[in-house]
């Protein structure tokens, strides 16, 4: 059963004040701009909206890719126990 992509990359509470800290500081560190709770906000709804599933699509490619790599290795680990005749 495939979840909805919405509930996949949904954010706590925590997790989105954690990340509007981070965009907040890096707009003042890297830019030396104050940036408002809105902008914060906006920013991190964008991060969510459009990098966000990139994001979690890549890191589903990239577990299919393991699993894919374990699987093999199960297979030649099942012929393995073949006895010679």
Request: charged letters at 30%.
């Amino acid at each position: 059963m495939r979840k909805n992509l919405n509930e996949a990359i949904s954010l706590s509470d925590t997790q989105k004040k954690l990340l509007a800290g981070e965009i907040k500081a890096f707009y003042l560190d890297v830019r030396g701009e104050e940036i408002g709770i809105i902008e914060e906000q906006q920013l991190l709804d964008l991060f969510c909206e459009h990098l966000a599933p990139i994001v979690y699509n890549k890191a589903l490619d990239d577990s299919m890719h393991w699993l894919k790599e374990q699987m093999g290795n199960m297979e030649a680990d099942y012929y393995l126990l073949y006895k010679n005749v």
